[in-house]
């Protein structure tokens, strides 16, 4: 049976990196409201006529260069973020022998969820 990933999570393993994932998440959140205030005041300054180079732009790309490190810290680990703002994410796993998500949202203690892997959050059943 072919398999969409080559790493699969156990329960435990999951729950392992959950304070880990917790904190990148945290810190996505942060650098995007960031990005979002840096990219509202560079678009001030480019209106009016005012150089829009220097540490504005440093800013952007900074921040940037930081969301896209975390990003590849979930891919790395083929952890899939699925909701942003939500802190939604999939682990892949195999239960039964067949590949699923175990689901976990930011403000849950535990990892209790899973779901088929074309099913989605709305496919969520208790572990």
């Known amino acids: 049976m072919q398999h969409r990933f080559k790493k699969h999570y156990?329960?435990?393993e999951a729950r392992g990196l959950l304070p880990t994932v917790r904190q990148w998440l945290e810190r996505l959140n942060q650098l995007r409201v960031e990005?979002?205030?840096?990219?509202?005041?560079l678009a001030g300054l480019v209106p009016a006529g005012n150089d829009s180079g220097g540490e504005s732009v440093n800013k952007s790309v900074r921040?940037?260069?930081?969301?896209?490190?975390?990003?590849?810290?979930?891919?790395?680990?083929?952890i899939i973020i699925k909701d942003l703002p939500r802190g939604l994410v999939d682990f892949p796993a195999l239960v039964g022998g067949k590949e699923v998500f175990l689901c976990?949202?930011?403000?849950?203690?535990?990892?209790?969820?899973?779901?088929?892997?074309?099913?989605?959050?709305?496919?969520r059943e208790p572990l």
């Open 10 to 12: 156990t329960r435990e």
């Open 35 to 41: 990005l979002d205030q840096s990219d509202r005041r």
């Open 63 to 78: 921040l940037l260069a930081e969301i896209k490190e975390l990003l590849q810290k979930f891919q790395d680990r083929e």
């Open 104 to 123: 976990w949202e930011k403000d849950e203690e535990d990892i209790e969820f899973w779901h088929d892997i074309d099913s989605g959050y709305a496919g």
